[in-house]
């Protein structure tokens, strides 16, 4: 009876990935259907954590966290949680031997969004390793089925996919994160003073991180790298999308993608996959 719970608990992390990204989804939709379950296990885990430290202004959030984690590794110890989704994620650590460290290092970034309101160079830099780089980590673990050597060799590659992906978040969301939470991830920026200089610094440095983790999705096993592709697709038309905008526009609004244009993007994806154009 084990196996139903375990059905349950998975089918609960894809209900959370598929009510929170669409996109996200549709991208995992693309993979072997031997990734499928792990990926919404992964990103189950990262969204409730997330969640915490972003939504929940009328709790405590530091407990809610410190008890999250708890029962995070006390769930990966066991090889069971009455927890769903920590349940369907201590499957996915315990079978590709994720390393502890990658979780370790992404709950301490959230714990930084529960008190860093700004960033210096070292804090953005640590913000991003655990918010985003070790994700992607954990996903390469994943894909690679374990195999350490594909691993330790995609591995900087996965870690600038995942960097690009956050600033982009970074970048769109910049105004609701300073209007309504506050917070100011990119350092040394005033939102209020945003120009067109700042904004081109900050592309600048996401073109770089997009380039090095194009090369890394042309490195990874076939059987995974479509949906890896059609996330960075969707991520570089956005990014190309806020390039065009003034930066007075981003402080207005929040830039997104049609349905329409996710459904051409999805397409010309599979099209260029298909015939080995990427």
Do not use: W
């Not at 700004?118 to 991003?128: L, Q």
């Amino acid at each position: 009876m084990k196996h139903l719970f375990d059905t349950i608990s998975l089918n609960a992390s894809k209900m959370v990935t598929r009510s929170y990204s669409t996109s996200f989804s549709l991208g995992i939709s693309f993979l072997n259907k031997d990734f499928r379950n792990p990926i919404y296990s992964i990103y189950g885990f990262v969204r409730f954590a997330d969640e915490i430290v972003d939504s929940f202004h009328d709790y405590n959030k530091k407990e809610l966290l410190d008890e999250f984690k708890t029962e995070t590794y006390r769930a990966i110890e066991r090889g069971i949680s009455l927890n769903p989704i920590l349940n369907s994620f201590q499957s996915v650590v315990n079978t590709y031997k994720i390393d502890h460290t990658l979780i370790d290092t992404f709950l301490k970034s959230m714990e930084m969004d529960l008190e860093k309101k700004s960033h210096d160079s070292a804090s953005y830099k640590e913000y991003i390793l655990g918010s985003a780089e070790v994700v992607g980590l954990m996903c390469l673990r994943v894909f690679v089925k374990g195999d350490d050597a594909v691993y330790a060799n995609l591995k900087p590659y996965a870690m600038a996919l995942g960097s690009a992906f956050q600033k982009i978040n970074f970048l769109r969301d910049i105004n609701a994160d300073y209007a309504g939470m506050g917070r100011i991830y990119f350092p040394d920026i005033d939102v209020s003073e945003l120009n067109v200089e700042t904004k081109k610094e900050l592309e600048a440095d996401i073109e770089l991180d997009f380039v090095k983790g194009l090369e890394g999705i042309k490195r990874l096993p076939k059987d995974s790298r479509i949906g890896v592709y059609i996330a960075y697709i969707y991520y570089y038309k956005l990014f190309n999308k806020i390039k065009h905008v003034h930066p007075s526009e981003i402080l207005e609004k929040r830039i997104r993608i049609s349905d329409s244009q996710k459904i051409i993007l999805l397409a010309s994806s599979c099209i260029r996959h298909r015939f080995n154009l990427i």
